[in-house]
């Protein structure tokens, strides 16, 4: 069976929520049937944009559930795995591999600032229990969890764990994402957390974007990996403009109570609630992205 990787658009998934801010099941289902016809290359639940660390361990593992058995092995499902604790973390990666999940991706630790070598004990602690064969992603995230997956730190753990298959970076800084294929030994599937950089890290050698507006916007973000896969470098550049130009007028409203809010007027989710503290958004910034998403709809063609 061909092993699945996380490449191309992925999906940084929302957790849809009932008015109550329950967990919204079927929501959750749609959401994901959603995805996998749009063509989105891989699903990626409970990661940032997910909440997941506004949700609890049981909520985590329903939304996992219900997504691997709504995509049906249609799109690959990764789980993201981090949370608070190691014991937790670890728990999580298990139940991936128990559900029939693809794979996972694994942020580091949160909060707590730690060296190299706590971050190393903390992945052999979460990876070295699974089976050796099930694909693992690091989940960079400095800027919100103040800990950093140095270039160094990721070749040990590449040489130490041989299912590590890449890294999901979110911070603009190509020179680091460069520094991270630098590697004569196996190079890392790199992906960018970045939508702005998303043609700039394949020109690097990387493989993909990890986003959440690639949900609302999937027409363009499958548009240029398409057009990259296929030489129109022209045509991915002007694919790219778009991105930056959408991405910029996002760029002020908070960003996931501004996901749900797309995706409810694109229809696809029945509620834009988020969990506390996120906010919900004033009538100026729906305004924003209700003109955001009825500019994007009239430019693809999509009728609203």
């Known amino acids: 069976m061909e092993e699945k990787r996380m490449r191309g658009l992925v999906v940084a998934a929302i957790t849809p929520m009932n008015e109550d801010g329950t967990l919204d099941e079927q929501g959750v289902a749609s959401f994901t049937d959603f ?5 989105v290359h891989c699903i990626y639940p409970n990661g940032t944009n997910g909440e997941s660390l506004l949700l609890t361990q049981a909520e985590r ?3 996992a559930e219900i997504t691997v058995k709504a995509s049906q092995g249609r799109t690959p499902v990764f789980i993201q795995c981090g949370s608070m604790s190691t ?3 670890a728990s999580h990666a298990q139940h991936a591999v128990k559900i029939g999940a693809d794979g996972i991706g ?12 706590a971050l ?3 992945y052999q602690a979460v990876i070295a229990p699974l089976p050796k064969d099930f694909p693992v992603y690091i989940y960079n995230i400095p800027g919100c969890t103040g800990n950093d997956v140095s270039p160094a730190l990721l070749g040990r753990l590449l040489s130490a764990f041989p299912n590590i298959k890449g890294i999901k970076f979110s911070k603009p800084d190509l020179m680091r994402a460069e520094d991270y294929l630098e590697r004569p030994d196996r190079r890392p599937d790199l992906l960018i957390g970045c939508d702005s950089l998303f043609l700039q890290c394949l020109t690097l050698g990387g493989v993909g ?3 959440g507006p690639g949900a609302i916007f999937n027409e ?3 548009r240029l990996y398409r057009q990259y896969n296929e ?12 991105i930056v130009k959408t991405d910029r007028e996002l760029a002020d409203i908070p960003g996931i109570p501004a996901l749900k809010t797309l995706l409810k007027l694109r229809g696809v989710i029945k509620t834009d609630v988020c969990r506390a503290p996120l906010r919900p958004l004033n009538d100026s910034e729906h305004d924003v992205l209700k003109r955001v998403w009825e500019d994007y709809a009239k430019e693809e063609g999509i009728h609203v």
């Open 209 to 211: 974007t990890v986003t």
């Open 220 to 222: 363009r973000f499958t």
């Open 87 to 89: 014991a937790e973390t």
């Open 106 to 117: 694994i942020m580091t630790p949160a909060f707590f600032t730690v060296d190299d070598e």
């Open 35 to 39: 995805l996998c016809k749009a063509g």
């Open 231 to 242: 030489g129109d470098f022209a045509g991915a550049m002007e694919t790219q403009r778009q």
């Open 120 to 122: 190393f004990q903390y």
């Open 61 to 63: 593992e329903r939304v």
